[in-house]
């Protein structure tokens, strides 16, 4: 999508909205693939079905198992402009979890996280900086060295 796609509100919305500057880059070394633990990191706005919805401008996420059933799985996205056609056809579109339960057991990757994780996209980015430290200080104590993020 083009910025020119979009209602010219929307459009000059995200040309004033302030980006973070970094003062330095700490990228490291990434482990060997066949031994890295890995989890997801979605802004699909998935939850479980007994989980509350996402409601518009949330800024919370939502706890996702690692052993749940992908079938389990809703998306209360909340966006006048967004389509659910890949997830409804197929949630590995926004939330690849079975690709990477083929990859553990092929031994291509070492391990997925116990829990993952998922945000309501169609949000100010400022308003999930709180949550957002939350969930690297949880994926931290799961021992996730990487994560797959899946921006929608």
Known sequence: MR????????????RNTPLPAFESTPW??????????????TTAGLHRRTDQNFLGGAS???IIPGDVDINELVQSHVSVNFDRTAFQQDTNAVFPLDHLRKLQAQ???GSLGNWHYSFMGATDPSRMVEAGAQVAGLLKEDGVQAVILVPV
């Not at 910025?3 to 995200?14: I, N, R």
């Not at 482990?31 to 990191?41: E, G, Q, S, Y």
């Open 107 to 109: 031994g291509e990757i």
């Open 60 to 62: 919370d996420y939502r």
């Open 28 to 41: 490291t070394p990434a482990p060997d693939l066949k031994t890295l633990r890995l989890a997801i990191v």
């Open 3 to 14: 910025l020119s796609d979009v209602p010219p509100e929307m459009a000059e919305g995200w």
